[in-house]
């Protein structure tokens, strides 16, 4: 596995940040490569695609007629670094301690997209054909929230043609317990702005006399949950489905302490949230209404007398599978209009939405994914969600009418974004030799009816 | 009247803005001008008290055994000026535009404390004496918050022995209208904190699974109110005291159109407030709270979907005359501490108190007052309230224990604190002689049993 480390470290050193314009080149020279890892892995029509931002990078292997294509998927930009002062070693400077390495990207996502790519050389470095054909798209805006990939995509949806697409850029749900990631919540995010008047008042002579619009935004955002955690929002649970029953079997068998997760993950007073869901249903599979931000009025120090005629509230729902991000909308909208006390005007802006992405995991992409991991890994491949979005999911479902196959290799605490970020090389390596599993199970099949 | 004029514009053209440091010299000018003032009118002892900040001006005439002594209160500072580009004259170059005095400082509080100085003027340049006794409290840090006059008066309590402070730096309830303010609301002014947990979370993770401290601060704030605008505080409004009936029979016959208040003054979307009351007396005899600014989590452009963990909220109570602000901070203390959700902490910081003060407008010195003013500006002299506080009422009350009778001669488009401020120069000279008559028809009384 010398070569995999070697090439990691080298694809490491380059600081390919692409939300920092000054780093520019180096996230070209990264694309460059990334290209190059392609050839050299043997894969085909390897090229840099140009476009607004940095550059793609695809590549392809197509000789398994009939077999299942699947679109291997990466990106080969990272976060910025700072703060550089908590680093222990050199952020750009690889350094191996012990079974980890640490760099940033080390897990997000060179260490785990380079899984991928050395599997397939594994394959084709011996001379012997891959089971599957395979599409390569790597990406350099991942971190920066880019539109090149999306804006390709919409383009050229042929020539990203395939069944599944194959994304290594999850974690474990803890240390050696292969995980996929079968589900991804959506969301509607919003600005919801109150007005109840024209200019701030002075509080003694007008207090208790006029509309004040905090008080007005606290009674809308109150009224949008009930006490005990549920969203108050009328036919807002209408359409949400249940998870299957593999996942709900997985997940009541993970191992999840609600004590621990309280006081050492998530560091709060109290779990909350709606009845009668366990942490994990809430955080993976039901809904969630939370208030990001709310400004108005005088908050410096001291006291200040004001009557503020206008306040700013950042709202967002994620949102189940199941529910359409339109409606949803719609009814927060209608839930904050009804929640509007005389004398104040509330306007609500929806800012983005992104409908939840769920793979069954009785597909044959997730089973065979799951079988190759268990073999690979020991014990039983655990189905997990996040509670979060991947936008390339998303986009994959609505452009090319495909599930994603989210396969974890990386490990809780490979503080991604963070200083120290790390990747654990023992999953490198067992990651590589289960994805060459997963290929060979698939290639057992054929791509008709899948 | 044009010494009158004469003093006013040349000491108008002093910038003594307490607040800005760099105008130190012009304020410590303003003084001596006062000084100047209280000499060339006739009054005794007159000095400069030195201390922290700016000095205090005073001055004496105790030559009528038995007869009432009132403190005759003003301040020689002024507001910063800015922004300077919309006043139509220059701040410091008082300017006489018709019946008009234009000039930083003019109503507030030059152009109306010049009134009680130029009044004792009349009577001791004309050789005769006064009805009464004087004193004279001049301040110069009234507009920057300066502790030194609630300094002396703790440490000089006999020095200012009086029966009655007399203040001339508040309005006509509209132009013609003679106006003697008989109450002014107390405050409890407090920051209240809601934490959560110990760092913000990411909502995609946790959304759904903890507590938020926005959602936790808008159910506190929403519950300390009713929906129809009443203070749901238990207890909050046991002690407040009626006002007496001639004040509500003067305040039942104000010009005063709603719709026209809402439209053209407020300029809010409703009236809103405590049923059962006025406006007018919802802003002067009944208590109000109002939230006065709030602050938590993202407020930028854009979206970050983060769950915060703390939340600061800006809340006063203005009170009403009977109501204790020990006991009403304590009250919204425990109202808080029943409304604060699961999973959430509340801590409440009282940053000042000041209780209500009221004068009962059946007071000799409201009465004489009142008759004075009718006789001088015609008509019926009207008793209004203000719903904000002024600190020197609170201080006279507690530590002189004197009511404080305060004359409106200002109008209501003066534009205090704001551009073109001005003074209205037929109401100085009337108010001016609606001051002797008022010292006159003392004078036929004996301090004692007043």
Redesign the interface.
Known sequence: MEDVLDDLIEWLRIASISALPEHAPDVRRAAEFTAKLFSQAGLENVALIEGEGHPLVVADWLHAPGKPTLLCYGHYDVQPAEPLELWRTPPFEPTKLGDNLYARGAADDKGLAIILIKAAERFLRAGKPLPVNLRFLFEGEEESGGDHVAAYLKANPQALSCDAALICDTEMFAPELPTICTGL?G?V?AELKV?????D????????????A??A???I???L?H?D?GIAIPGFYDDVLAPAPEELRSWAALPFDDEAFRRDE?????????PGYS?VQ??WS??????????????AE????????Q????I?C?LAAGQDPARAARLLAEAIDAAT?????ASLHV??TAKASIVDPRSPFIREAAVAMSEVFGGQTVFTR????IPIVGLFADLLGVPSVLTGFGLPDDNLHAPNEKVYLPNVYRGIEAIMRYWTRLGLRQSEGM
Chains 1, 2 share one sequence.
């Open positions: 919540r969301i995010y007005r109840t008047g024209a200019v008042l002075h509080s003694g002579v007008y207090g208790g006399a006029v509309p004040n905090i008080e935004a606290a009674r955002v109150a009224k949950k006490n955690g998530a560091r709060v007073e109290a779990l909350t949230g709606e942490v809430r955080s039901r809904p969630a209404l939370e208030i990001h931000g709310i400004r108005g009025g005088f908050t001291g006291a200040k007398t004001v009557i503020p005629c306040a700013l509230v950042k967002s994620r006390p005389a004398g104040a005007v800012l983005h996040s509670g979060g979005s």
